[in-house]
């Protein structure tokens, strides 16, 4: 047990024995311990969120062919200080007629709730916050209290444009858990555990991104809309209520909501890395030191994160019932048959060695893929064969 | 007065005070909330018991699912926000009273119980309770039946409450 | 776990008589349900403290929670749908208010 | 395995239902799939029940908790012992027949009718051919999905009542087949009398099966449970025989009598054997599936299966009285029914009491205790009475054809219009001859001759000469009117028009027919007894040894007498050849010198019904209680009273009546009970919560009470 090879348990030691040493009692002793992990971590993703807020603002410059900030210390990295010091000498109005209580918890458990999901994180294989045997169902646990959140800021408000966002967040956020859950069982079902851990242990030989890439695209679809940004994100349509259910939050809170949100995406790149790209493995790079792995992880992290980015700037906002006739038109049946085809295949070839399974089931995703896509496209034919016999054509 | 002792203490006197508010306090999405409060105490609850699948399960179905559907079941059939009227009916002291006495009741034949101050047997690290479960539920040995029937059973109730609620279709 | 079983127990009576009460008194349709709902935890805290602390080999316990889970959620839809249903129609939400079925 | 052989049909059921209910190609596809699925099944069940020694006591059997009771549960479950493994090797066989028959028997294929309506039977469809010409054809029914689905539905129940390892479930299954068999008869429910025969089906079977119920809830009360391992067992049999009952039975044999009235509803014995009949108005298919493989059969399979309760107080000589009844009902009914269907025209009614009489050869047998012999004269019955039916079904589509060619309107069931169609119809003449042949009992060749002969030998050998004699005569007659059946509709010429341009039915009906002539003849080798004179022993007696086996202890071997064999000869070929003699030369029925009155009415036991319970009835609720008992003595009286009341009501009311009565006792009451009512009214608030304070409150005060008095 060294700094090196195990920091977390080296620090917690070292703690111990000074604690232990000032006079506190064991037991005293490791409540303390968990309190100051606790705090690191959350500490920590906090600094990473404004961390992000520079990245999200620069990249999205990138993506419009700007150049972002760059003048508050180098590559504008002060800038999120700036924002924040901004948010926090704005006026912090309370409407008079909100509900008060409601009003001011709404954010903070909107934080809240993307917190929680760092507890289940593992940074490295002896660096986590619980190693959890039903993770997979708490992130969709955690992913609820979000929504209440939502719910509560829309209402508390007392504002029509508020209410009408956290509906249609809420309708969005309920829907699309559907088609996520049914995919996350698919790396559950290959791994045979809930836990991250053991589903990132499970990829050592094959990244799932290799037998289930289809699972892996619903995934991230699911997850951008439980996101609730574009083109999901009907909830703070500007042109149509404003900007959603926190239309009334001015100042920190605001900035909570804010923060809450870009770390919530980053989180799921980071789940999106867990889950189907071997969370901190990258070709036994990883052996090096658990150091390196949590490098690893973010890196992979920060890619979900860019691709999620990505989307958003690139994508139009879609109409608020393609969104929902797409998840239960598509994304759930599809989610289903991946489901049911996956377990099969994953019973049928348990004998085989590993690059067998993997290519058979690569193979298969391509092949459902490519049935999906014919389909679809029959069924954009006959949308227009019916539009044109509406309007025919040289009409217009 | 152990740590565990104190965390069941804790989220006791979270889920009673929440419940409590739950059946008194006068807005009714305040009680919907109450009630996710008093929900997420049982969570805690099901932690404690070892019974980790449940708590989380707990979670996603009653705050996630339930509590938001009375949520939205409360903003959908009031018109104006502010709750106006008695919240309670004028018999509230009688049922108050015979919740005592079922109370009292039920108190009584906990107490009478034997071995009623038992604690629990450690779980063995290695057994897998929710690989059990799992085990449990689709084996056809066990529970699979009643399983099945609770899902047709969700799936009879969604189709119906999708009609009900769906009102007269116009032609 | 050095907690005795009948902690639990008195904690779900509690709670349950509690719901009870809801049930029994409040006037708003949907707030009988909130103590419907109470109930149903109440139940679901004893089926999973026994099944803690008689035999956590047999399942039963838990699987009986999960079955009242779902009955849970089937009784919520049905019922608000009815709530919402009935709303339209008479435009109350008070349980009173619903008794076409008298006489 | 086993639990899945209902499964398919009921599947199918549900979907045709369901989902194909439009998609007639998709629906029999469903339909003809499942019942090969359940086949197959059945065959992979059967061929290893073949492979294990001593099935008997080693029946293939799986159970599982179904209701928790307390601490024990009623269990369901599946067993497969040698009996079950004969009787689902038949049915498998005739069920998968049949859906492929009503395949071409409903006319797939075939346009959509001119004029046909859903409930009533296709009328035809008119079609111009390449040369303009129009042609009437036949026309696909209108309901052909549902018909599948009904009949998918039939299997299932009939599977489920095989493979019951319990009363309760081989209960349901009967009664899902009960609903079928109504729903089936009434298929073309705008006939009115197709509506008539499917109520009186279903209520006339009803009767029985309320005695069932009672005696099942009996068995139950007395041993606790339903199960066929345990009521069987050794001591629990011998508990039911000691213990008496009501009227001199035993348990036993009381729990016997009653669920063998069930069976005489099912199986259309005398006396509720009115409805099977009537029960031909539905199409043939139908027909066939409630008279050979399913329905009736289950009755006998019934008492198979309860042979060992009703046999517990039996002690080798001397029937038991539950015994005697059965003997005397089925031996009775044999000859009952043989005689009238000797006057009968109608194809298919021919065959409906040749049915009665025949499983009123299986009852009698059981009724004397040749369980054996029963079990395997109700296969080989099965088999040919399948075939017999699907054959008249063939003989009527092809008489349907020739009526539709020429529009001549003549009915196409009627022997008496048809003649000669052993050249038009030459599979479906065959193969309805071996049919015919082995109902009759055909020496050697046939089946029906060996499980015949063999209960006649197990009556004669056992000194049961009433029943031998009864059952001999009625061979007889089975073979009379066997071959004056065939002569009238395939010899000779044809009287008709439309019998003169009857055709060939398509491969769909002809090839079960061919299928089922197999089984007709060669299923009768399995059965050969060893003392057979040159044929006995070269093929050894498999059918004793494998289904006698089910049986705790094995049915003993018969002496070989010359005499039952004499007889059974004797009387096929008399018959046969009698009614060849007849019949040759008969072109009308006014030639037919058999066309008696009492026989042609069936011994007027319709209307000896009607007579005894309908009319008197009415009678008694016109002429007696009305006009005598109420019109003349109870108003006479009245009137005489009335006189004398008036003059007494004339001193009450002024005395008493209205200062004592009205003032006090009636207004008071009257106002009391008003003042009850408008109080307890209030009760009835239609308020959830009230109702639900008032229940805890009761719960709550019981519960007080009870800790106090009790605790």
């Not at chain 1, 039903?134 to 508390?156: C, D, N, S």
């Not at chain 4, 599946?78 to 049949?98: E, H, S």
Request: glycine share 10%.
């Amino acid at each position: 047990m060294n700094l090196w090879n195990d920091p977390i348990n080296f620090i917690a030691g070292w703690l111990r024995a000074l604690l232990t040493g000032w006079g506190l009692s064991l037991d005293l002793a490791k409540i303390f311990i968990m309190l100051v992990g606790v705090g690191v971590l959350i500490v920590g993703s906090l600094v990473l969120a404004i961390f992000l807020v520079w990245v999200e603002r620069k990249v999205v410059a990138r993506f419009q062919d700007r150049v972002g900030p760059n003048r508050i210390g180098p590559y504008g990295l002060i800038q999120p200080f700036a924002d924040i010091i901004k948010l926090i000498i704005k006026e912090d109005i309370t409407p008079t007629t909100a509900d008060k209580v409601i009003y001011n918890l709404a954010p903070v458990l909107a934080l809240a709730s993307v917190l929680f999901l760092w507890a289940v994180l593992p940074l490295a294989s002896n660096i986590y916050g619980v190693d959890l045997n039903v993770a997979a169902l708490y992130l969709v646990a955690a992913g609820a209290l979000g929504t209440l959140a939502i719910i509560m800021g829309g209402w508390a408000s007392n504002n029509k444009y508020a209410l009408l966002g956290a509906f249609r967040m809420v309708a969005t956020m309920i829907s699309y858990e559907i088609p996520m859950v049914v995919v996350l069982l698919i790396p559950t079902l290959l791994a045979g555990t809930m836990s991250f851990r053991g589903i990132v242990e499970s990829q050592a030989g094959a990244w799932y991104v290799l037998m289930a890439p289809l699972a892996m695209l619903i995934f991230l679809i699911s997850a951008v809309a439980e996101l609730g940004r574009a083109p999901f994100d009907l909830n703070e349509a500007e042109s149509e209520i404003i900007a959603g259910f926190h239309i009334e939050y001015t100042g920190m809170k605001f900035g909570l909501f804010y923060a809450g949100e870009l770390l919530h995406a980053f989180t799921f790149g980071g789940f999106v890395a867990l889950l189907f790209f071997g969370g901190y493995q990258f070709f036994g790079l990883e052996k090096l030191g658990p150091l390196v792995a949590v490098t690893i992880f973010l890196a992979k992290a920060m890619f979900g994160y860019w691709v999620i980015m990505w989307i958003k700037y690139t994508m139009p906002r879609i109409r608020i019932d393609h969104l929902l006739a797409f998840n239960w038109k598509f994304l759930t049946p599809l989610a289903l048959i991946l489901l049911v085809v996956t377990a099969l295949l994953h019973k049928l070839l348990a004998g085989l060695p590993l690059w067998g399974i993997t290519l058979i089931m690569f193979l298969t995703n391509v092949l459902i893929a490519w049935v999906t896509v014919e389909i679809l496209r029959a069924y954009g034919r006959k949308q227009r064969q019916a539009e044109e016999v509406l309007a025919p054509a040289g009409q217009h | 007065m152990t740590a565990s002792q104190i965390v069941f203490l804790l989220s006791a006197a979270l889920i009673i005070g929440s419940a409590l508010m739950v059946v008194t306090t006068r807005k009714l999405v305040h009680a919907a909330l109450w009630l996710v409060a008093a929900l997420f105490g049982v969570a805690i609850l099901y932690g404690l018991l070892e019974a980790g699948f449940l708590a989380v399960v707990q979670v996603v179905v009653y705050i996630g699912a339930i509590a938001i559907l009375f949520i939205f079941a409360v903003m959908l059939t009031r018109k104006e926000m502010r709750d106006t009227g008695p919240q309670t009916r004028r018999s509230w002291p009688l049922a108050a009273l015979l919740g005592l006495l079922v109370l009292a009741g039920l108190v009584f034949l906990v107490l009478d119980m034997p071995d009623v101050a038992r604690t629990a047997v450690e779980i063995p690290a290695e057994v897998d309770t929710v690989g059990a479960l799992g085990q449990a539920l689709v084996s056809p040995e066990a529970y699979a039946l009643p399983f099945e029937v609770a899902s047709v059973l969700l799936l009879a109730a969604l189709i119906g409450a999708v009609y009900i609620a769906s009102g007269q279709k116009k032609e | 776990m050095n907690i005795p079983l009948s902690w639990y127990l008195i904690l779900a009576a509690s709670l349950f008589c509690i719901g009870l009460y809801g049930v029994l008194s409040r006037r708003n349709a949907i707030a009988i349900l909130l103590g419907v709902e109470l109930m149903l935890n109440a139940v679901n805290i004893n089926l999973v403290a026994f099944w803690r602390y008689l035999d956590p080999a047999q399942m039963g316990g838990q699987v009986f929670a999960i079955i009242v889970f779902a009955v849970a959620a089937a009784e919520v839809a049905v019922g608000l749908a009815l709530i919402i249903s009935v709303y339209r129609s008479r435009k109350s939400v008070v349980a009173d208010d619903i008794d076409l079925m008298k006489w | 395995m086993i639990w899945l052989l209902p499964l398919p049909p009921l599947l199918a059921f549900f979907l045709i239902v369901l989902v194909t209910n439009k998609k007639k190609a998709l629906s029999h596809t469903l339909g003809v799939g499942a019942a090969a699925l359940s086949w197959l099944g059945s065959m992979i069940v059967f061929v290893r029940a073949l492979g294990v020694e001593h099935f008997g006591e080693h029946a293939f059997e799986s159970v599982v908790d179904w209701l928790p009771t307390g601490e024990t549960a009623l269990q369901i479950g599946v067993r497969i012992d040698p009996l079950g493994a004969a009787v689902l090797f038949f049915v498998a066989w005739t069920i998968l027949m049949i859906f492929l028959y009503s395949v071409g028997y409903q006319n797939f294929g075939q346009p959509a009718g001119d004029h046909d309506v859903k409930g009533l039977p296709p009328h035809g469809a008119t079609v111009t051919d390449n040369m303009g010409k129009k042609h009437t054809v036949m026309s696909i029914e209108p309901m052909y999905s549902r018909f599948f689905a009904f009949l998918g539905l039939f299997a299932c129940g009939m599977y489920t009542l095989v493979v019951s390892n319990n009363l309760l479930t081989l209960f349901v299954g009967w009664e899902i087949m009960g609903l079928c068999s109504y729903l089936l008869i009434g298929f073309w429910y705008g006939k009115k009398s197709a509506r008539d025969a499917a109520v009186k089906a279903f209520m006339t079977t009803r009767i029985g099966d309320v005695f069932m119920l009672l005696g099942i809830a009996f068995l139950y009360s007395a041993t606790g449970s339903l199960s066929f391992e345990v009521i069987f067992a050794e001591g629990t049999l011998h508990a039911l025989a000691t213990t008496p009952a009501f009227f001199g039975f035993s348990a036993a044999g009381f729990i016997g009598l009653l669920i063998f009235i069930g069976v005489v509803g099912k199986s259309a014995q005398w006396p509720l054997h009115v409805w099977l009949p009537d029960a031909m108005e539905g199409p043939t298919p139908v027909s066939a599936m409630i008279h050979a493989a399913t329905m009736v059969s289950a009755g006998v399979y019934a008492v198979l299966r309860m042979f060992p309760l009703i046999t517990a107080d039996f002690s080798g000589h001397g029937l038991t009285m539950t015994m005697s009844i059965i003997a005397f009902i089925g031996s009775f009914t044999a000859i009952f029914a043989a005689t009238i269907a000797v006057a009968q025209n109608d194809i298919k009614r021919v065959l409906a009491y040749s049915t009665v009489s025949q499983l009123g050869f299986m009852i009698a047998a059981l009724g004397i205790g040749a369980y054996v012999a029963a079990a395997f004269h109700l296969i080989t019955h099965a088999f040919f009475k399948a075939l017999l039916f699907l054959g008249s079904g063939s003989v009527i589509h092809g008489m349907e054809h020739g009526a539709l060619h020429t529009g001549e309107h003549v009915d196409p069931q009627d022997l008496f219009n048809m003649g000669g169609l052993r050249k038009k119809m030459p599979v479906t003449f065959w193969t309805f001859l071996i049919g015919g042949l082995a109902l009759s009992g055909f020496p050697v060749l046939t089946a029906g001759f060996w499980s015949k002969d063999e209960i006649l030998a197990d009556a004669f050998g056992h000194g049961h000469w009433v029943v031998f004699i009864t059952l001999a005569v009625a061979a007889f007659l089975t073979a009379f009117y066997t071959m004056r059946q065939i002569t009238l509709a395939f010899f000779g010429e044809p009287r008709t028009r439309a019998a003169a341009h009857a055709q060939e039915t398509p491969w769909t009906m002809t090839l079960p027919l061919v299928v089922l002539a197999t089984f007709a003849i060669g299923y009768g080798w399995t059965g050969i007894p060893e003392h057979f004179p040159i044929l006995g022993g070269l093929i050894p007696n498999w059918f004793h040894e494998f289904v006698g086996g089910t049986l705790a202890v094995h049915p003993e071997v018969l002496e070989f007498s010359i005499w039952p064999l004499l007889a059974s000869i004797g009387v096929a070929l008399g018959g046969l050849s009698f009614g060849w003699l007849a019949y040759r030369k008969v072109r009308t029925p006014r030639q037919d010198r058999l066309q008696i009155p009492v026989l042609k009415n069936k011994w007027y036991f319709d209307e000896a019904y009607d007579f005894l319970f309908v009319r008197p009835a009415a009678w008694i609720a016109e002429q007696f209680s009305y006009l005598f008992m109420d019109r003349t003595i109870i108003d006479g009286i009245l009137h005489g009273i009335a006189r004398g009341a008036l003059f007494l009501g004339g001193v009450f009311r002024n005395y008493i009546d209205k200062p004592v009565i009205n003032e006090f006792f009636g207004d008071g009451t009257g106002n009391l009970v008003k003042r009850a009512g408008a109080g307890l009214r209030k009760i009835q608030v239609g308020r959830l919560q009230y109702y639900m304070l008032a229940s805890l409150i009761v719960l709550v005060a019981f519960a007080v009470l009870y800790y106090l008095l009790l605790a």
